[in-house]
């Protein structure tokens, strides 16, 4: 004889804040990708932070990608489930007072229910947030306050390479710089940064940000602040800049410069 499944009821249920989950394709973040609940003392890729119940019509056809995308209404869904004070604050930071100077090796994700949940009646959408910035990697451990926790260094984010040249990574990996702040991007058409002048002009609006970014007046000891651009075949399509604090000695750390 074989076992009932669980009911409709509770396959359809929106998952709890604070449920884990394996990505079976990690590093895409789209909407419908599979991701199966686990344990959070396992390896695990992803944390739901709220999920909104009833949010898609009850009669609606499960949607494709297009159907998300194409929809002026379901996009602006998709957009306003994650908020950076959600994410923030499931960290661990107070989000009335604390406002992180690094910028975060994570990023978000609004999921859907899949097929079977679906058809059961779900209705719901969640935000996980994802860590390591589409890389693929398992987080640290439970993320829930991660960031004051002793694995905080690991949700900076860092970057190994050089300016023209680098890759994102965790504070706690060893890194060449760490992100102050969230990069920016600029016009399009903007030339790209190559020569000495034009740097240098960068890295001082960079260094004028500096008291709205850290809660405490001047550099940590022993580092410098630098421009993180890309290569320049990148540039036209990916204007960004991303200001950095680097080892005024040079070589690679692989803890945070920035509380």
Not at 13 to 39: K, Q
Not at 45 to 70: C, I, K
Not at 186 to 212: F, I, K, N, S, V
Request: hydrophobic share 35%.
């Amino acid at each position: 004889m074989g076992h009932a499944g669980p009911a409709p009821e509770t396959l359809a249920a929106a998952p709890a804040a604070g449920t884990c989950w394996e990505d079976t394709t990690p590093g895409s973040g789209l909407p419908l990708d599979e991701t199966v609940p686990v344990a959070c003392g396992q390896p695990h890729h992803a944390e739901t932070v709220v999920a909104n119940e009833d949010v898609f019509a009850a009669g609606m056809a499960y949607p494709t990608l297009r159907d998300l995308g194409s929809d002026p209404a379901n996009r602006q869904t998709l957009h306003d489930i994650c908020s950076p004070p959600l994410v923030v604050g499931y960290l661990g930071l107070d989000v009335q007072t604390e406002l992180p100077p690094y910028a975060l090796y994570v990023t978000t994700a609004a999921r859907l229910p899949n097929k079977e949940e679906w058809a059961a009646g779900a209705r719901w959408i969640r935000c996980d947030i994802v860590y390591g910035m589409e890389s693929g990697d398992s987080a640290p451990g439970r993320m829930a306050g991660g960031l004051v926790g002793p694995q905080g260094a690991a949700y900076h984010l860092c970057f190994t390479g050089t300016s023209d040249d680098f890759e994102p990574t965790s504070c706690a990996a060893p890194h060449s710089a760490e992100a102050l702040g969230e990069p920016y991007q600029l016009p399009p058409l903007t030339p790209w940064p190559g020569d000495t002048p034009a740097r240098q002009e960068l890295r001082e609006t960079c260094a004028g940000a500096l008291p709205y970014e850290l809660s405490v007046p001047g550099l940590p000891d022993g580092t410098q602040v630098d421009v993180f651009v890309g290569t320049e075949d990148s540039w036209d399509a990916f204007p960004l800049v991303a200001c950095v604090l680097t080892p005024t000695a040079g070589g690679e750390v692989t803890t945070t410069l920035l509380q």
